[in-house]
């Protein structure tokens, strides 16, 4: 594990929320990737340990993408939404990262 590098709190806020989409879930299911937001200032060495650290899988690699906020109107004043960052966690395979959250089967 790569997690020694990196303190643990560091970690921990490293990844905002995994990206629930038809794409985000057409890619997870075609390509065995997961898409995350992740902090704007994360690097890949960061979010692949992140991502070993709190759901226990080994990360193959990591591809991030800088996604530009979109120009939204308030009123009759122009404004932008901020810019974010979101990463695609391609999983060793065989592993997976089951996001079902209170799901009663």
Known sequence: MSTLKFSEERLMKVLLAPQISEKATFVAEKNEQVIFRVATDATKPEVKAAVEMMFKVTVDSVQIANVKGKQKRFGRFM??????????????????????VGEQG
């Open 79 to 100: 404004g932008r939404r901020n810019d974010w960052k979101k990463a695609y966690v391609c999983l060793t395979p065989g592993q997976e990262i089951n996001f079902a």
